[in-house]
């Protein structure tokens, strides 16, 4: 029961580490498109939509979480 909420927290905290370096890189690197910004004013719509967000990322960060979750139990087990 031990390793098992030892797995968990390990997990649960990675993925949120993980999750937030995500979001800082990608907001760090993103450059908006303002060339054309003010010609495009006028045939922009009232309303907004929202695209459905991809799950790839996200699957990606949990199995690296989950990874790192696995070994650090072992890596305490040895000392």
Known sequence: ???YLLFILS???????LQILAGILLTATYT????N???MSHSLSQEVTFGAP????TLLIATLAASLAYLVPKKWAKK
């Open 54 to 57: 991809s799950q790839i990322p």
């Open 11 to 17: 997990f649960l905290l990675l993925f949120n580490l």
């Open 37 to 39: 910004a003010r010609d």
């Open 1 to 3: 029961m031990k390793k």
């Open 32 to 35: 908006p498109e303002s060339i």
